[in-house]
């Protein structure tokens, strides 16, 4: 399935942010992850959830009953949170091949 | 648990040269997949490696190679290099019990790979 996100986003210190990603044709057995990336490192991954709500120490994970959608929510971020973010959805695949979108590059100002 | 360890960190060929880029995963994960990532580009899939076999493949040319040993390092090798080859070279493993689709990978730092 292919995933739509946000090109970009600011936030302030100390606020919650919510990355949004849509994904109208995923698949019945397919999971949704988020990856966080920092300059000159590897993707890291966040949090990876099938149905309604996954939490964990970093994030929470919101996916609505149609699953054509999914929010990442990061509660108080710091300026270490400007990262770019990635959905995956497990059918991310073309010919069986994962496929990175570009990402949501997030910029957090003081 | 060490993480996804990739060797060189930084790496200065020309052009025509070929370079080895390794990788090792996370110990018990059998899956290494590796990727590409340029500024225009973002990342790109270049293989995945399952039990010493290649079991997909991206749009790279056939200067792009790999391989995978039976301790699941993997290797790549990039022949006759160009310019447009400079990017920062991904490794990820998995472990692929099931559904490897779903399965979280898990990145090194990566090869930053520089051709002048």
């Known amino acids: 399935a292919k995933t739509t996100q946000p090109i970009s986003m600011d936030s302030y210190e100390g606020q919650e942010v919510n990355i949004t990603c849509s994904h109208n044709n995923i698949a019945t057995n397919d999971y949704i992850t988020w990856y966080q990336q920092f300059p000159s490192q590897g993707p890291r991954f966040i949090i990876q959830?099938?149905?309604t709500k996954v939490t964990n120490e970093v994030a929470s994970l919101f996916i609505p009953a149609d699953r054509k959608s999914s929010t990442l929510s990061l509660p108080r971020v710091s300026l270490s949170d400007t990262a770019v973010y990635y959905c995956?959805?497990?059918?991310?695949?073309?010919?069986?091949?994962?496929?990175f979108g570009k990402g949501t590059r997030l910029h957090i100002l003081p | 648990k060490a993480g996804v360890t990739q060797t060189p960190r930084y790496l200065i060929k020309t052009r025509g040269q070929q370079v080895t880029l390794s990788c090792s995963p996370i110990?018990?994960?059998?899956?290494v997949s590796w990727y590409q990532q340029t500024p225009g580009q973002g990342l790109q899939f270049l293989f995945e490696?399952?039990?010493?076999?290649?079991?997909n493949k991206g749009n790279f040319p056939g200067r792009f190679s790999g391989r995978q040993f039976s301790n699941s390092r993997s290797e790549m090798n990039v022949s006759t290099l160009e310019l447009g080859d400079s990017a920062l070279y991904l490794c990820?493993?998995?472990?692929?019990?099931?559904?490897?689709?779903?399965?979280?990978?898990?990145f090194g730092d990566g090869t930053r790979l520089s051709i002048l």
């Open positions: 110990s018990g994960h059998r899956s």
């Open positions: 995956l959805v497990g059918g991310t695949y073309r010919d069986d091949k994962i496929i």
């Open positions: 959830g099938y149905k």
């Open positions: 990820a493993s998995s472990l692929v019990p099931g559904d490897s689709r779903n399965q979280p990978q898990h």
């Open positions: 490696y399952f039990s010493e076999t290649q079991r």
